[in-house]
């Protein structure tokens, strides 16, 4: 596709469940982001990847998140042990390049319950 | 730290009117960028300023940057219902991230 995908768009699990967000980059892009936005407030950085590492992990809030991006594509974040707090919606963005144009993904809601 | 402040957070205006949303932000950064968001979806990029002076139009919106005062404007020429969302001023730290403002939710009303 065009732009960057992200599945699922709407996810409901409950307290204390394993949740894995999935980010489908455009493609040629290097430089992937996850981004967490509360009702109300603009999006709080989370992590950024430069193909397969992870340059800058410093806006995780918890060792409950990590996320991966084993082939320089598609990334995954994975919430252990979720807490209603987690709730928001999770959005992936990427660029060509560090420095370049951001786009963002549609993003995935999450609630939990 | 990097804080990114933005006004007012709230704004209703009529239609054929202007008005500026302002950006204030706290340290040395080499860009930034002005996002749309509207309910629901995602942000599309607007505009981004890489200078000290630049300004950048399309339609009737106009960005600006200062970055010696640390302020950048989005500037609203007669406003249009199709305007409404909520505008994000985001500034890059570092290499990889951006700081996001709190938003201005724009509210055009005939």
């Known amino acids: 596709g065009a732009g960057v995908s992200q599945t699922p768009s709407n996810k409901v699990t409950e307290k204390g469940k394993y949740v894995e967000l999935r980010c489908d980059p455009i493609?040629?892009?290097?430089?992937l982001y996850w981004y967490r936005q509360s009702l109300g407030q603009g999006p709080e950085f989370l992590i950024y990847f430069q193909g397969t590492g992870a340059a800058d992990d410093s806006g995780l809030p918890n060792d409950r998140f990590f996320a991966v991006r084993p082939e320089g594509s598609v990334s995954t974040l994975k919430i252990q042990r979720t807490e209603r707090g987690d709730s928001a919606v999770y959005l992936c963005?990427?660029?060509?390049?560090?420095?370049?144009?951001?786009?963002f993904g549609e993003g995935s809601w999450l609630t939990v319950v | 730290e990097l804080k990114v402040e933005q006004n007012p957070l709230f704004l209703s205006m009529q239609e054929g009117k202007n008005y500026t949303i302002y950006c204030n932000y706290s340290t040395t950064s080499d860009r930034l960028y002005w996002y749309r968001q509207d309910p629901g979806k995602s942000l599309e990029s607007l505009f981004v300023?890489?200078?000290?002076?630049a300004v950048k139009q399309e339609g009737r919106l106009m960005a600006s940057l200062d970055t010696k005062a640390r302020l950048s404007t989005l500037h609203i020429t007669a406003a249009v219902h199709d305007l409404s969302a909520t505008y994000f001023c985001a500034v890059e730290a570092g290499t990889d991230k951006l700081i996001f403002g709190t938003g201005t939710r724009l509210q055009v009303f005939p």
């Open positions: 300023l890489l200078s000290n002076g």
């Open positions: 963005a990427s660029s060509l390049a560090p420095q370049n144009t951001i786009y």
């Open positions: 493609s040629g892009h290097t430089a």
